[in-house]
């Protein structure tokens, strides 16, 4: 396929499948349930970092994770005490477990009281071209409380060569106008063009199918080759192409 076609064709399935039809089926109905920016914020992020494996799944755990908040996940995590962390107690989700979630529990208090919440964090690093330099740096200050070493490998780092897939996502969510009431547009002083494809087996898959890059494994390096390709297409806005590329694998089994 020629490149202008191509883009034609990515550009097409990108309007097609970002759109609230598919919020039934995907993670990002659990912030839609909510309208407080701060909550929309905090369950998006522990929803994303728990998305992976089969998405059912995901919502349920999501949805698990929400009760355990009082269905109010701002006020729960600005207030809890080590006392309600004790709710997290036999919560698990593929490997992310009830110490997993008790800590990042503990360390979203210590963002949003001590820190100013997640938005400022992120918004520091609005003049870099990537934001992978601030996912390096967020994991930093999320693990900067004592903690079980084995709970950070639910924070990626792209600066030790992972794709980031999940914080990737989480970023795009709350980054990406919300003009399809898909993305929520939270966060206006980053830009939809600083942000990277949520890379993972579906839009690898589409991608090397496409022709967008060769590369075998879902890596950083990976996410590198793929970013300057939709960049290309699209410097305003790349990451919508994630629609199309998981939409072809999920949707079309392209």
Sequence with gaps: ?????????LDEKAQLYEHPNFLDTDPIQIPHRFSKKEDIEIIGFLTATIAWGNRVSIINSAT???????????????????KDRKRCDGFVHR???????SFFFQALQFIYTKKGGLEPFFSAYHKDFYLY???????????????NKRTEKHVADPLKN??????????????????????????????????SCPLDVHTGNVARALGLFTRKQN???????????????????????????FGLGVHEHF
Aim: aromatic content about 12%.
């Design 133 to 147: 330099r601030a996912i390096h740096d967020f994991k930093t200050l999320f693990f900067s409380l004592p903690h």
């Design 64 to 82: 698990k994770i929400v009760a355990l908040m009082d269905q109010a996940p701002f006020d729960f995590i600005c207030q809890h005490t080590l």
């Design 162 to 195: 992972s794709a980031a897939k999940r914080i990737n996502m989480f970023l795009r969510w709350m980054v990406r106008p919300s003009n399809q009431g898909v993305d929520f547009g939270l966060w206006p002083k980053l830009k939809p063009a600083q942000l």
């Design 219 to 245: 890596d950083h390096k990976a996410l590198l080759l793929l970013d300057e390709v939709l960049r290309k297409m699209d410097p305003i806005d790349p990451v919508k192409y994630d629609f199309a590329l």
């Design 95 to 101: 490997t992310f477990n009830g110490e997993d979630l």
């Design 1 to 9: 396929m020629k490149k202008a076609d191509l883009k034609v064709f």
